[in-house]
């Protein structure tokens, strides 16, 4: 089965990333990285609200109707949506000049999955991935490239998480409770014949994992076997992360970026950087809220 996502907001973001439906305000929330900026959108494509920050922040996890933690440069940062203020929680990689935060994701438990990657161009393995749960902080993997694809089972049994280079998406039984690994990690989808590069995920209510594809034009749904079940067409060619939103969950929201294209590309590819939008006829999950 084959759908057409369309345009729902022409965006421009050099690198959109990280949304997240916020169900108490019934707004999404997603990066342009490059452009350090934060948007709050309307399930209609109207910007609420936008915050420029002066360093890079990657990722969000909702913590009431005020209040989000950042995951930024120097490390979690508290954040009120009011007032712009932020208070420090932990310096993950406070003091790493050539590291940002990437894709990152709430577990059922509280636990806020956190990866980090080379800032620059060469994209060197000298990332991490990060568990960051009512104070304590673990590390789960270093010598990582590009950490994506940061998702979880309904039931938080299972984590799904990618090195997109590798075009590997591994999973990992968890820890239910507290998100943390409880076994080894093994292969989810060999995705090396596939289109583009595997970029974020997300999980819906029936289990099946949805992947959008950097370089692709397309998001991926797999089943829980790792089969592919279907593909939304997305009419550009970076495809970063998909989220579910709207008021039953049942929207779709694309996030992809521009960033490096050529300008016959980007002749090519007007809306490159949008978000983009699709209903579906299965319902994602509420974004798990995290445990300080």
Known sequence: MTDTARLLLDSQCALGEGPIWHAGRQQLFFFDINEQTLFAVTAAGEIVDSWLFNETVAAAAIVDDQTLVLATDTGLKEFDLSTGGMNRINEIEADNAATRTNDSRVHPSGAFWIGTMDRGSAEAPIGSVYHYRAGALTTL?????????????????????????????????????????????????????????????????QGYLWNAKWGGSCVVRHAPDGSIDRIVEVPVSQVTCPAFGGPDLKTMFITTANKNMSAEQLAAEKVAGGLFVIDLDVPGLPEATITL
């Open 141 to 205: 993997k270093s010598g990582i490239a590009i950490p994506n694809a940061t998702c979880f089972s309904p039931d938080g049994h299972i984590a799904y998480w990618t090195d997109t280079p590798t075009k590997k998406i591994m999973q990992v039984a968890t820890d239910p409770a507290t998100g943390l690994p409880i076994g080894d990690w093994t292969l989810f989808a060999d995705v090396s014949d596939g289109r583009g590069y595997p970029d974020g995920a997300v999980v819906d209510s």
